[in-house]
T-cell receptor, first 116, second 114 residues
């Protein structure tokens, strides 16, 4: 079974600084997808960034980028120029690439605080 | 921008009662999911649904749970006889394709069982 581990329950960053959230996963599959979702206090789940396992290039979305290390099964999220609106729970998630419906397996989350 | 909607936003029910949680997925999406999140815990998969049948279900999704797509737009989760431990946030999600595409989540329904 696939598992996703986030070892940092809480992180703090000052506004305008950079922070990295860690995620490791375990799978025997070679073709899969990894995601970071943001959950603000409203509890809505918002997709931040997606990485396809077959792509060597790390995904980037504006201030958000990932460091995907397939051999190490590591998938960290870097937030640059942190803003107050970035404060939220961040969940790492895994999905097996499939032609049919494929569930997301989530980690336990990292609560990010952004301070002035 | 199209979005997944869920109703109600908050449902309070007594133990043993039946509840139906409703979702309207994004219109051109073909794959539908339910997840739940007990307060303070991670999001857990319940069930996936495609072509009018269940694709996969978790061990949480026992005989008390059922899903249905009664018409072309709604996707429902029914809990027949609620238990205290069913209290959680329930998220509906949809995707245009299977595991190759990201899932878009609704805002959730907070279910409180008393």
């Amino acid at each position: 079974a696939q598992t996703v581990t986030q070892s940092q329950p809480e992180m703090s960053v000052q506004e305008a600084e950079t922070v990295t959230l860690s995620c490791t996963y375990d799978t025997s599959e070679s073709d899969y997808y990894l995601f970071w979702y943001k959950q603000p206090p409203s509890r809505q789940m918002i997709l931040v960034i997606r990485q396809e396992a077959y792509k060597q290039q790390n995904a980037t979305e504006n201030r958000f980028s990932v460091n995907f290390q397939k051999a190490a099964k590591s998938f960290s999220l870097k937030i640059s120029d942190s803003q107050l609106g970035d404060a939220a729970m961040y969940f790492c998630a895994y999905s097996f690439r499939s032609g049919t419906a494929s569930k997301l397996t989530f980690g336990t989350g990292t609560r990010l605080q952004v301070t002035l | 921008e199209p979005e997944v909607t869920q109703t109600p936003s908050h449902q309070v029910t007594q133990m043993g009662q039946e509840v139906i949680l409703r979702c309207v997925p994004i219109s051109n999406h073909l794959y539908f999911y339910w997840y739940r999140q007990i307060l303070g815990q991670k999001v857990e998969f319940l069930v996936s649904f495609y072509n009018n049948e269940i694709s996969e279900k978790s061990e949480i999704f026992d005989d008390q749970f059922s899903v249905e797509r009664p018409d072309g737009s709604n996707f429902t989760l029914k809990i027949r006889s609620t238990k205290l431990e069913d209290s959680a946030m329930y998220f509906c999600a949809s995707s245009v394709n299977g595991g190759t595409y990201e899932q878009y989540f609704g805002p959730g329904t907070r279910l409180t069982v008393t």
